[in-house]
Structure formats: structure tokens, C-alpha cells
């Protein structure tokens, strides 16, 4: 049962719209994680945060943005959504303490751009 | 830096056959290993773990043990079902640690079981 809810699960959206993919959990993490995933499956962080009010660009670069202004909130915002978006997005949160307790992921967002 | 290798996909087998993925590591210090599983539609969930070499890790049938003299830790099970078909990501910690630690993903190894 996952503690992390991505919203929407699906979406198909013309180019040039704003989005917000959400992502919540419940779990009072502070880190959270945003990673793209690729047709071949290979997965590309995108933006970090430590907690409140930290963001971090990640290893890969990439034309959307985050927030976070509540623990358990960190959305991810296009603000002109091209055809080169389409992806999956996948939201992380990692527990308290050493990073030996992994990750928690939740089970995405399919982003179509038209 | 840390770095993860795992065998590119993707692998296709038939039901009951014997499952190898290979994993294999660079590292700095001793990191702890996983291997997560993605299911079709769905995100990644830890499938198992070691933290230490020698460890073994197994759940729902899969086994991988952190060989820490070759710098591997292999995912295998003995018989495979068509529901186990998803692609299986390797990963290991950065080398930082405490709080401030994160994972590194190999690029995935997709299986299809095939009845």
C-alpha cells in the first residue's frame, strides 16, 4: 500500500499549457525526490529537496520546477509544456536516517504533450 | 563517484526457468545494495536488500548476496512466473552518509516470462 500519491496518473495535455504534477506523502519524510523516466526505462533525477524550503537541481537538466512549502508536498510545475515532456514522472521520498532504508516511490504520472 | 552496472535487457524467458540479472558495483567504502522491481503502470518497489558483504537479501522467491570480492550482487530466482515480468532496477548508496545519502540506479533490466 503506498504512503506517497501522485496525481494525476495519467494526463494528456496540448502544448503550451501549464501543469502541476502533484505528489504527496504521508510518511513525514523530509527528502523527496522527482525522476524522469525514459522510454528505455533508464531513470533521471530531476530536483531534490531536503525538507522545507530546500530544492535541488538534479542530475539531469530540466525545464520544470519545484516547491516546497509543506513537508509532505512537492509538486512539480511546467510552465509550457512541449512534446519533448512526454515521459514518466516519478515521485521518491526517502525515510529518516541513512540512506540504507531505500526509497519509497509512488507509482507515477504518464505525461502525454500533443 | 559510486557507480552501478546491471545487464542491459531485455531477457526473455519461459515460465520456470532460472532467473540471473547481473548487477555489478563501483564503490568507495561499503555501500548497501538493492534491487527494486517495476511493475507495468506502476513506480518502483524495493524488492530486497543487503547493507553489509556477505548479506543476503531474498523476498518472494528472489535472491541476490552482496559479494563484496567481485563487487556484485546478482539478482536470481529459481523458477519464474509471467507475473514477475517488470523491469528490475540495481541500485547502491552514494557513499555519503546519514541523512544526507542517496541512491544510485542502474538503467534497468526488463523481463518478459512468456508461458
Known amino acids: 500500500e503506498a504512503d506517497i500519491y501522485q496525481t494525476p496518473r495519467y494526463l494528456v495535455i496540448g502544448t503550451g499549457k501549464k501543469i502541476t504534477l502533484e505528489c504527496s506523502q504521508t510518511?513525514?519524510?523530509?527528502?523527496m525526490y522527482w525522476y524522469q523516466q525514459d522510454p528505455g526505462m533508464e531513470l533521471h533525477l530531476i530536483h531534490y529537496?531536503?525538507?522545507?524550503?530546500?530544492?535541488e537541481k538534479g542530475d539531469l537538466s530540466s525545464e520544470s520546477t519545484v516547491s516546497r512549502i509543506r513537508t509532505e508536498h512537492f509538486p512539480l510545475t511546467l510552465e509550457s509544456a512541449r512534446p519533448s515532456h512526454t515521459s514518466q514522472y516519478l515521485c521518491?521520498?526517502?525515510?529518516?536516517?541513512?540512506?540504507?532504508?531505500?526509497?519509497?516511490f509512488g507509482s507515477g504520472t504518464r505525461l502525454t504533450v500533443v | 563517484g559510486n557507480s552501478v552496472t546491471q545487464m542491459e535487457g531485455p531477457v526473455t524467458l519461459s515460465e520456470e526457468a532460472f532467473l540471473t540479472i547481473n548487477c555489478t558495483y563501483t564503490a568507495t567504502g561499503y555501500p548497501s545494495l538493492f534491487w527494486y522491481v517495476q511493475y507495468p503502470g506502476e513506480g518502483l518497489q524495493l524488492l530486497l536488500k543487503?547493507?553489509?558483504?556477505?548479506d543476503k537479501g531474498s523476498n518472494k522467491g528472489f535472491e541476490a548476496t552482496y559479494r563484496k570480492e567481485t563487487t556484485s550482487f546478482h539478482l536470481e530466482k529459481g523458477s519464474v512466473q509471467v507475473s514477475d515480468s517488470a523491469v528490475y532496477f540495481c541500485?547502491?548508496?552514494?557513499?555519503?552518509?546519514?541523512?544526507?545519502?542517496?541512491?544510485?540506479f542502474g538503467k534497468g533490466t526488463k523481463l518478459s516470462v512468456k508461458p
Open positions: 521518491a521520498s526517502k525515510p529518516p536516517g541513512a540512506v540504507r532504508n531505500g526509497y519509497t
Open positions: 541500485a547502491l548508496t552514494d557513499g555519503y552518509g546519514g541523512s544526507q545519502g542517496n541512491l544510485i
Open positions: 529537496s531536503y525538507g522545507v524550503n530546500s530544492t
Open positions: 510518511m513525514g519524510h523530509d527528502k
Open positions: 543487503a547493507t553489509k558483504a556477505d
